[in-house]
């Protein structure tokens, strides 16, 4: 059986099975169970008593939209979306009316009624702009369950509905003729369900490799880094001498001096002890004594991390090769152990709308150098922080790309990337984003390895570009200053989130 989308004389089967076997039922319970569909519970209907209840699934999900049973238990979305909350607050209670075609059109049309009003849900079966519409007591589009840009532009929230100017659909032929009007619901559960399991096994070993390989090049990366903290303590001994050398000459020293010449009375050779212009002589040997014991400190720590960094990196890289050799039942065992499932936490799967979105986002791009595209990092929120690659990139972020509201970060006295938090036009955007967006203004400053950060945020409208002004450079007028605490969750989430060019 092929599995194009249901056709026009399936779906007329579908609204007289509803109708005949659940007319007149009672609306229990909504919940939206994923982006794309909602489950209505029904109890009761054409002499069925209330207790008798069923779930029926209306899904809109582009290649296997349907109405069906909803085949197995589904839990309702962890923050209902603003369709799930409408539909709660006018069809609890309500009462299954009518069902039918409308416009002649793969189009499914349930009317319910309330005490106070009446409601209908209107099932589009278009392909790729298939939707789920609410219809007020006037028959005017209140809701739906994709936004109307993606699937209808032509009509919008509050305007009457009319259906799509398109000829008449080829009624096809019955695909679920030999299954009895009592399974036909259940059955084209299963035969979209199947299709369904198959595109969700293949997005979880998408998800699933993907995240196991920017575990691993996280971990590459700390071990580097380690690694390169414990040879930077060998430096610690020459920073010392450098310091006690100086003590010697110190009484010669001047503000604005580059470099001094040293007799070292151990070895008897010339020494150049290498100055900071901008100090006074006492700040610049601290300077010195400061390198040294950064160095050491840097070294003992990266001493006691590199073992199990080393050790962490190779189960990330035997979880990678694991996975690249995975079939789907083994792949979603490993996606119920804890390290993979903290991993895939961390990377959600994407929304109905997160896709569209992200094209917009792309749209922005087009024809744009790799190396003027911006980073780009996923907060847990679900909006973008946008960082500039270089001098150029920054200019291009802060003066085009971003929008008005979005959020401007950076640290006075501190270079580094242009940072912008896209607040999708939100007055006030979760702390928790701001946070992740400061995060990563320090990290990709000349500051990335202090503790704490004051970070100056300033609306995008509020960031100007001097004419003339060399590559990078900005003036910010307004905004405000946190003090950031530095925190080494947050920023390694914030780096394994990070979207794919």
């Given amino acids: 059986m092929s599995r194009s989308l ?70 309702a979305l962890p923050r209902p979306p603003g369709f799930a909350q409408y539909l709660r607050a006018h069809l609890s209670g309500a009462r299954l009316r009518a069902v039918s075609l409308e416009g002649g059109d793969r189009q499914l049309r349930l009317s319910f009624e309330t005490a106070q009003s009446r409601h209908a849900l209107l099932l589009s079966l278009l392909g790729p702009r298939s939707n789920l519409y609410a219809l007020d007591s006037q028959d005017r589009v209140v809701a739906s369950a994709r936004p109307l840009a993606e699937t209808r532009r032509d009509l919008s929230l509050g305007s009457p509905w009319r259906s799509p100017a398109s000829g008449a659909p080829v009624r096809g032929e019955d695909r679920f003729a030999a299954v009895p009007d009592a399974e036909l619901l259940a059955a084209i559960e299963a035969h979209y369900g199947a299709e369904e399991a198959q595109q969700g096994d293949a ?38 001498r450098l310091g006690e050398l100086l003590k010697l000459r110190l009484g010669d020293l001047k503000k604005g001096m580059r470099e001094i010449s040293v007799r070292d009375f151990e070895s008897g050779e010339e020494v150049v002890v290498p ?105 847990e929120s679900g909006l973008e922080i946008w960082v500039g690659r270089n001098d150029e990139g920054n200019d291009l972020l802060t003066t085009r790309l971003a929008g008005g509201s979005d959020l401007f970060f950076h640290l006075d006295g501190n270079p580094g990337s242009h940072v912008v938090l896209r607040t999708e036009k939100k007055s006030e955007p979760p702390q928790q984003a701001v946070l992740d967006a400061a995060e990563l203004a320090v990290h990709f400053s000349k500051a990335r390895r202090a503790r704490t950060a004051s970070v100056h945020i300033a609306a995008i409208r509020d960031v100007s570009k001097p004419r003339g002004a060399k590559p990078g450079l900005v003036f910010v007028h307004r905004g405000r200053s946190i003090h950031l605490r530095r925190s080494e969750e947050r920023l390694t989430r914030l780096l394994e989130a990070r979207i794919e060019e």
Wanted: with cysteine.
């Fill in 6 to 75: 249901l056709n026009l004389c399936e779906l007329e089967r579908v609204a007289r099975v509803i109708e005949c076997e659940r007319k007149d039922a009672r609306v229990d319970k909504v919940l939206q169970s994923a982006p794309f569909e909602v489950v209505l519970v029904l109890s009761g209907g054409t002499e069925r008593p209330m207790g008798d209840r069923f779930a029926l699934l209306l899904s809109c999900r582009p290649g296997t939209a349907r109405a069906s049973a909803a085949g197995r238990t589904r839990r």
């Fill in 275 to 379: 100055l900071d212009a901008r100090l006074a002589p006492r700040q610049n040997l601290e300077r010195l004594f400061r390198s040294a014991r950064r160095a050491e400190k840097r070294a003992s720590r990266a001493a006691t991390e590199i073992e199990p960094a080393r050790s962490a990196l190779d189960r990330a890289r035997a979880l990678a090769t694991e996975l690249q050799h995975s079939t789907p039942e083994q792949l979603r065992a490993l996606a119920a152990t804890p390290e993979l499932a903290r991993l895939l936490a961390r990377q959600p799967p994407p929304s109905a709308s997160a896709a569209t979105t992200a094209v917009k986002k792309m749209g922005k791009f087009k024809n744009l150098p790799a190396r003027l595209i911006p980073r780009r990092y996923a907060t």
């Fill in 203 to 240: 997005e979880l070993a998408r998800r699933a490799r993907r995240a196991a390989k920017r575990r691993v090049a996280k971990l590459e990366r700390k071990v580097r880094l380690l690694t390169q903290d414990i040879s930077a303590g060998d430096d610690a001994p020459k920073w010392k």
